[in-house]
């Protein structure tokens, strides 16, 4: 085995420290190395705790060269470096460093530990019992747990192989107990930190030697296992079949042992008991999202309860009349009956396609709500007080589209509600205030951030919500907006007749084809506002080329130019079409790059934020520039940095910060709602194929303002339009309903019957309400961008997999009264 490369050295300086990730930039002075370094200091850098200048430490890592800087040590790991001999220990620990410890008792610390010193006093400080007195003996043993424990311990988690990112949040979750705890139950990381996963937490715990039918080991598998499936399918519940036989599978294939499902059953049962999932009949929710959607339940049941503007039909019809006057309008009937809706309801959700009039109705419905309610529509004559009407949308790019539309104040939900960087499910947002909120793009938006907005609404106000139901689900998890509008108690109206006509628009018409379930006869046409090119996959990136070249020989603007595609990976994919888009619009030639794996970034370039930024006011989806690129030996930093421009907001992102950018020339249809693009490219070929459901291809053609260019393969268009959208597993509807109440009893043989009956069945049961869905079989369901291919598995799900579980359980006596699962009702579906 080849040694780890090392230094051995004295920190100089620290010349760069992010608190929040642990990346700190060092300059070390080389006492020792193994490296082929010829140099006297060296600059180290890495997620590192903790470190003192003037101290020396070990760091082991690896060189790596930079193409400016030279050679940097990239550390893994890093210990605190000691005297190793016993007059170097007895320097040390009658330093000033350890204040009551003199020479004579230093010498006496050596004597009794004369090897491995410091690990054996940390081992069993009851040792130095007869050398030190009680409160000395603490605070030397502290001291000394200072200056080494930490990095003891982050290097035995380093060991475990833990990532370093985790085993700080690790450390500063348990501190000085973080072995004890590891060691005691490894499992506990699932549950505790975000991150660790159950088949890292398995590992470790097989090094210590825990058994493969622990109880603990099943209930991480269950946790890991009820998390994950909810962030990969969107779904808010598993069923616990489904759960129990995904967990034995897992189980059994992280340590290739067989598992008694009878104890997987049971530890389902437990979890339960403690509060760590929610059951409903035979649905298991991880515990926030079930809190989240029986608190939009509360919520909108008690904001329905009041009623919205007593004022009189005709009052209002008056009133309307007026505002069409005024705005040169007509509004059919459909739209006016919206606009009364809304008015004459405390919450109203719209809903309807492109060019449908969402728009045209929010504008009409705010002229209305002030003229009813003599409000000035002028937010500079409200100084400090605060404009009466929020408006509100997912994303930044959303926001600031519904700003210019109405000529009125606009923000992300995240803004209004304060909440910061912290996306956490636990972080609540503030109430809010004002008499009136419409929200935007509601489609977007998921289940826990549906309830923190909800739960932000004062009694008082007026809610609209608005969106496009058919456009893709939210990326986290649920599908509130389309649950919302099936819930009958809740007034709704779907806009679908099409406005947007007379100037030469097919663009709106196709997608309305589309959301109908075909492709116009005129598809492969070429209208004024689209066109189609049919091409290959292997041929998709040459023509996405020859288009941008074109579109630039012709002067236009780069960034005008948006190309959507479903993956990101591949020939078509997303990465491969950013390096071509990248070189054609904006090449290197002589210039400065800062490398990131395997992106580039250059002055110019336009790129994608990744994440929310209330603060900053920069959110996931929305587009900038690079305006400048300055190297670490410019910046206070000490890091490459790269300042950008985000709709007139400067950022400046240090190397660390990094990984909220990518390249923004192609992106995941995923990511681009929210937005809109005067001139779009839509690739599809069939190597999408899992990814081609109708949802998917509207989403994106309904990004386009202008002009509209589809390529590759008719048939995967085809295949798209087709598939209809993923119906997501999701409790909502039914909380709304009596069902609910009755869910929480006991499992009975006739529930049982009903759970594994087909959704036609359910339909006939009188006893459950037309609304109930949720029974609908999941197909193929494209969740969150990162998870876009590998969401794409066969699932192969087993038809009807209870039939006849209730009459053998009934047999074997033995139905749970919380599950109902038993082993052998698992042994059918095995
Ligand atoms: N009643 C109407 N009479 C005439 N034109 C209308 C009417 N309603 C809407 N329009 C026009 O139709 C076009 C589309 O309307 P609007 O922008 O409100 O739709 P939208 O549903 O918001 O569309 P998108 O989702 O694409 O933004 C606009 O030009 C609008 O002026």
């Known amino acids: 085995m080849t040694e780890k490369t090392y230094v051995t050295g004295t920190i100089e300086a620290i010349f760069f420290s992010n608190p929040s990730n642990f990346y700190k930039v060092l300059l070390v002075e080389i006492e020792e190395t193994n490296a082929n370094y010829d140099d006297l200091e060296i600059v180290v850098n890495g997620t590192i705790g903790d470190v003192v200048e003037g101290d020396a430490y070990t760091f082991y890592g690896q060189l790596t060269q930079h193409p400016k800087y030279g050679e940097q040590l990239q550390v893994s790991q890093y210990e605190k470096a000691l005297p190793t001999s016993g007059a170097g220990l007895i320097k040390y620990f009658s330093s000033d460093k350890f204040p009551g410890i003199g020479r004579k008792t230093a010498e006496k610390i050596v004597e009794t530990f004369p090897e491995n010193t410091v690990d054996q006093i940390l081992e069993a400080p009851e040792q130095l019992d007869g050398i030190l007195s009680l409160a000395r003996k603490n605070s030397f043993v502290k001291r000394l747990r200072e200056n080494h424990g930490m990095e003891k311990i982050l290097a035995k988690l380093a060991e475990y192989g833990l990532p370093s990112k985790v085993t700080f949040q690790i450390y500063e979750l348990y501190k000085d107990k973080t072995l004890a705890t590891i060691e005691e139950n490894p499992y506990q990381l699932v549950e505790d930190v975000k991150g660790v996963g159950f088949k890292t937490a398995d590992g470790i715990a097989k090094r210590l030697g825990i058994e493969a039918d622990s109880a603990n080991r099943f209930r991480a598998a269950l946790i890991h296992m009820v998390n994950t499936h909810s962030a990969t399918t969107g779904d808010t519940y598993i069923e616990a079949k489904n759960l129990l036989e995904q967990t034995v599978e897992l189980l059994e294939e992280s340590r290739n042992r067989e598992v008694d499902p009878v104890k997987v059953a049971e530890a389902i049962n437990e979890l339960i008991i403690d509060g760590k999932v929610q059951q409903e009949g035979t649905k298991i929710f991880e515990n926030s999202l079930y809190f989240a959607e029986d608190g939009i339940r509360q919520s909108l049941t008690a904001l329905t309860r009041r009623h919205g503007d007593q004022v009189s039909e005709e009052k209002l019809l008056t009133v309307v009349s007026e505002v069409e006057k005024d705005l040169g309008i007509t509004y059919d009937s459909l739209q006016k009956q919206a606009i009364l809706g809304a008015m004459n309801e405390q919450f109203f959700i719209l809903t309807g396609g492109p060019g449908t009039g969402k728009t045209t109705i929010i504008n009409g419905f705010i002229e209305t709500y002030a003229r009813v309610h003599q409000l000035d529509l002028d937010p500079m004559h409200y100084n400090d007080d605060i404009f009466p009407i929020l408006l509100a949308a997912p994303t930044g790019r959303a926001s600031r589209r519904m700003n210019e539309l109405t000529g009125l104040p606009a923000a992300t939900i995240h803004r209004h509600l304060g909440l910061g960087q912290d996306e956490s499910e636990e972080a609540m947002g503030n109430e809010l205030s ?98 189609y090119f049919e091409v290959g996959a292997n041929l998709v990136p040459k023509m996405v080329e020859q288009i941008a070249s074109a579109w630039q020989k012709k002067g236009n603007d780069p960034f005008e130019l948006q190309v959507l595609a479903p993956m990101y990976k591949g020939l078509a994919g997303i990465n491969a079409m950013n390096v071509l888009l990248q070189n054609l619009f904006n090449p290197l030639e002589e210039r400065l790059e800062f490398n990131l794996g395997e992106l580039h970034f250059r002055e110019g370039d336009k790129v994608l934020h990744l994440v929310n930024d209330a603060q900053a006011n920069v959110f996931n989806g929305d587009l900038g520039k690079i305006t400048e690129l300055i190297p670490a030996k410019y910046t206070e930093s000490k890091q490459d940095e790269l300042v950008m421009d985000f709709d007139g907001q400067e950022l400046s992102y240090p190397r660390a910060e990094w990984y909220k950018i990518t390249l923004a ?114 197909t193929d369901d494209p969740i969150s961008d990162t998870q876009e291919i590998s969401l794409f598995e066969d699932e192969n799900e087993v038809a009807n997999p209870t039939e006849g579980l209730s009459e053998r359980a ?21």
Request: overall charge negative.
């Open 810 to 830: 009934i047999l074997a006596g033995s139905i749970d009264p919380l599950i109902g699962l038993t082993a052998q009702d698992f042994a059918i579906f095995k």
């Open 665 to 778: 020339y192609a992106m995941s249809i995923h990511k681009s709602q929210g937005s809109e693009f005067s001139t779009v490219i839509v690739p599809m070929v069939r190597s999408y194929s899992r990814m081609l459901e109708r949802n998917l291809l509207y989403t994106a053609i309904t990004r386009a303002k202008q002009s509209l260019i589809l390529l590759g393969e008719q048939q995967a268009f085809a295949q798209a339009v087709a598939r209809e959208g993923a119906n997501r597993q999701t409790y909502l509807i039914e909380r709304f309903t009596e069902i609910s109440e009755k869910s929480s009893q006991p499992i009975t043989t006739e529930l049982m019957d009903k759970e594994g009956d087909s959704s036609a069945d359910l339909q006939k049961d009188s006893s459950i309400t037309g609304a109930q869905t949720f029974t609908q079989k999941r």
């Open 434 to 531: 004002g008499a009136l909120l419409i929200v935007d793009e509601f489609s977007m938006v998921d289940t826990w951030l549906a309830h923190k907005l909800f739960q932000a609404i004062p009694g008082s106000m007026k809610v609209l919500l608005v969106g496009d139901s058919d456009q893709l689900p939210s990326v986290g998890p649920g599908q509130v907006f389309a649950d919302l509008l099936k819930i009958e108690a809740l007034p709704s109206i779907k806009l679908d007749k099409i406005f947007r006509q007379g100037d030469d628009s097919t663009i709106t018409d196709l997608a309305h084809h589309i959301k109908d379930g075909h492709l116009p006869t005129d598809f492969t046409m070429k209208k004024t506002d689209r066109s």
